[in-house]
T-cell receptor, first 116, second 113 residues
Framework: EAGVAQSPRYKIIEKRQSVAFWCNPISGHATLYWYQQILGQGPKLLIQFQNNGVVDDSQLPKDRFSAERLKGVDSTLKIQPAKLEDSAVYLC??????????????FGPGTRLLVL | SQELEQSPQSLIVQEGKNLTINCTSSKTLYGLYWYKQKYGEGLIFLMMLQKGGEEKSHEKITAKLDEKKQQSSLHITASQPSHAGIYLCGAPYSGAGSYQLTFGKGTKLSVIP
């Protein structure tokens, strides 16, 4: 079974530029998550989708971050404009049943973003 | 303050030695997840504990959940270089729309051959 795919793996941009990350979850997984992991910290949830609907985006900085999951499969996370403090690893995860259903989350390899 | 505290922050052990990593929650625990992360990679699911007193083992790794103490421990027996990495505990807390995983800062494990 293929795991969670993410691209690109690495991205270097200058502040105020825009960037987009792509995620393809495990086939059949209805729940998709985007996390931000700053160096030395644990991952922090940015947004959770159930199929193509947003379940929780309370920690997403909506003035600069946006995410969508059209057709309930692939998802994109965008930052516009980027700030220095956005330098982090952006992790995508998917789950068959979600935490409420006792399911576990499977993570992709992440996209490492450096903002100069 | 951190909702999930992990200790120690880092650990260096000789190959073959046993070790324990602890995870303490400031809130009621309804379950606990353990993940492992290697540099530059995503998180690898290790174990999920759902009931108080539950204990699970996989190869040389054992995890326990003590709901009363709001704690979980991860024990590695006869450590090997392949066990090196960052171990993260995550707890499902009630969020804005559903349960969401909140993670500790991680414990960095180095195993010296």
């Amino acid at each position: 079974e293929a795991g969670v795919a993410q691209s690109p793996r690495y991205k270097i941009i200058e502040k105020r530029q825009s960037v987009a990350f792509w995620c393809n979850p495990i086939s059949g997984h209805a729940t998709l998550y985007w996390y931000q992991q700053i160096l030395g910290q644990g991952p922090k949830l940015l947004i959770q989708f159930q199929n193509n609907g947003v379940v929780d985006d309370s920690q997403l900085p909506k003035d600069r971050f946006s995410a969508e999951r059209l057709k309930g499969v692939d998802s994109t996370l965008k930052i516009q404009p980027a700030k220095l403090e956005d330098s982090a690893v952006y992790l995508c995860a998917s789950s068959l049943r979600g935490l409420a259903g006792g399911g576990e989350e499977y993570f992709g390899p992440g996209t490492r973003l450096l903002v100069l | 303050s951190q909702e999930l505290e992990q200790s120690p922050q880092s650990l260096i052990v000789q190959e073959g030695k046993n070790l324990t990593i602890n995870c303490t929650s400031s809130k009621t625990l309804y379950g606990l997840y353990w993940y492992k992360q290697k540099y530059g990679e995503g998180l690898i699911f290790l174990m999920m504990l759902q009931k108080g007193g539950e204990e699970k083992s996989h190869e040389k790794i054992t995890a326990k959940l003590d709901e009363k103490k709001q704690q979980s421990s991860l024990h590695i027996t006869a450590s090997q270089p392949s066990h090196a990495g960052i171990y993260l505990c995550g707890a499902p807390y009630s969020g804005a729309g559903s349960y969401q995983l909140t993670f500790g800062k991680g414990t960095k494990l180095s195993v010296i051959p």
